[in-house]
Every structure is written in C-alpha cells, then in structure tokens.
C-alpha cells in the first residue's frame, strides 16, 4: 500500500511561481511511476505530467510544456511539480498519483494510488 501526500498548493498571482511535493509512504516508489493530474471546478479531472522512477522519463500536457516540471527524489521518496509563469487557468485541485505499471500514461485509470490534493489559486 501506497499512501500519497501533497504539499505546496495556494494562491498566487499570475506569471508566479509555485512547486508542489508529494511524499510518498508505505512503500518506496520502486519501480512505479508518478504523475500529477489537476481538477477545475465542473471539469474532469485531467492529466499534467508523469515519470517514471526508475529512468526518470518524462511526460507532459500540451498545456503546460515548458512551464512545469515534474521531477523526483528516490532519497526522499518525493516527487515535485514546479510550475512556472502560471496562468488563471491553472486553477485547480492538483493530485499526486502512482502507478504500479511503471510506465507514464495519461490515463487516471492505470493509476494504483491517490493523494487527497491541493488547491492551486492563480489570480488575475
């Protein structure tokens, strides 16, 4: 079992800055993978970015390339989400995930473990 949480969310002013973390316990992130995904109001949740933590490979949404990065820690069993030059529509509740498949995939299914979230504000 997986227990995921994340940290670093709130308010900030548009073309700011925040990095959000996601420790993991219960186990080491091994072999799996880790993305984020994000949540607006009255949207479906969708997919920011992945890696895998064995190779460190990286994937993206169009929307957020070259503004956010995903990267990780195996010391700390932590990985981050930087993002960079945040807009409005940015806003959402972001969650942490990992998948036992070790692969990055877009998709929320193949993900085994979900943190509770956090909420990112970005102002206009």
């Known amino acids: 079992q997986v227990q995921l949480v994340e940290s670093g969310g709130g308010l900030v002013q548009a073309g700011g800055s925040l990095r959000l973390s996601c420790a993991a316990s219960?186990?080491?992130?091994?072999?799996?993978?880790a993305g984020w995904f994000r949540q607006a109001p009255g949207k479906e949740r969708e997919f920011v970015a992945a890696i895998t933590w064995n190779s460190g490979i990286t994937s993206y949404a169009d929307s957020v390339k070259g503004r956010f990065t995903i990267s990780r820690d195996s010391a700390k069993n932590t990985v981050y989400l930087q993002m960079n030059k945040l807009k409005p529509e940015d806003t959402a509740v972001y969650y942490c995930?990992?998948?036992?498949?070790?692969?990055?995939?877009?998709?929320?299914?193949?993900?085994?473990?979900w943190g509770q979230g956090t909420q990112v504000t970005v102002s206009s």
């Open positions: 219960g186990r080491t992130f091994g072999s799996y993978a």
């Open positions: 995930a990992a998948s036992s498949r070790g692969i990055v995939t877009t998709r929320p299914t193949l993900y085994n473990y």
